[in-house]
């Protein structure tokens, strides 16, 4: 199976700020890579597919990029309905596995 | 918009069969180029892949799972069902169903979007 390592497992940060979120691959998975959002209690949401597409309907602050198996997912401007828990998830090889998440905390 | 509802037992004893559905709405389940499959998540956990199902009947799972998984599909009702065999205190989670994006023939790609509400499933007697 490949493993995906997400980093760091959790940070605090401030409404403004600029995040960013890290996704390794245990081997290459070109640009299949995808990126969600949960927040509490809630289903996962699509927010970034093959590593640097924005799902319509989600906010411009929301950007991807990487390729190979180190991806970045950045929030430019941290909102307050940011704060969630992010997984990155690859679609290169069957299982499909999901990263263990970061979870965006208010400081 | 297309619709995601999972429905099923939110208990089920050890060793039995655990049994849920997916009903689609606002969309058909029987167009080519998705996928339909299971998610789920333990209790204060990350996100496990179970499998997928195309509107042909073609599936692909999880081998951690394949032995005791079996993902069905029924066009003419426009839902698709999960079973999971033998279950045992383990298998408690969140399981969410969703539209996979993956093709039909190749592997590589795909994306999981929309995804139902998820319904909660807790293994105890």
């Known amino acids: 199976d490949i493993q995906m390592t997400q980093s760091p497992s959790s940070l605090s940060a401030s409404v403004g700020d600029r995040v960013t979120l890290t996704c390794r691959a245990s081997?290459?998975?070109?640009?299949?890579l995808n990126w969600y959002q949960q927040k509490p209690g809630k289903a996962p949401k699509l927010l970034i597919y093959?590593?640097?597409n924005l799902q319509s309907g989600v906010p411009s602050r929301f950007s991807g990029s990487g390729s190979g198996t180190d991806f970045t997912l950045t929030i430019s401007s941290l909102q307050p309905e940011d704060f969630a828990t992010y997984y990155c998830?690859?679609?290169?090889?069957?299982?499909?596995?999901f990263g263990q998440g970061t979870k965006v905390e208010i400081k | 918009q297309l619709q995601l509802q999972e429905s099923g037992p939110g208990l089920v004893n050890p060793s039995e069969t655990l049994s849920l559905t997916c009903s689609v709405s606002?969309?058909?389940?029987?167009?080519?180029?998705?996928?339909w499959g299971w998610i789920r998540q333990p209790p204060g956990k990350g996100l496990e892949w179970i499998g997928g199902?195309?509107?042909?009947?073609?599936?692909y799972y999880n081998p951690s799972l394949k032995s005791r998984v079996t993902i069905s599909i029924d066009t003419s009702k426009n839902h698709f069902s999960l079973r999971l065999s033998s279950v045992t205190a383990a298998d408690t989670a969140v399981y969410y169903c969703?539209?996979?994006?993956?093709?039909?023939?190749?592997?590589?790609?795909?994306?999981?979007?929309?995804w139902g509400q998820g319904t909660p499933v807790t293994v105890s007697s």
């Open positions: 199902i195309y509107y042909s009947g073609s599936t």
């Open positions: 093959v590593a640097s």
């Open positions: 969703v539209r996979d994006t993956r093709h039909s023939t190749y592997e590589a790609g795909g994306w999981f979007d929309p």
């Open positions: 606002s969309g058909s389940i029987n167009s080519r180029g998705y996928y």
């Open positions: 081997q290459t998975i070109s640009s299949y």
């Open positions: 998830q690859q679609s290169y090889r069957t299982p499909r596995t």
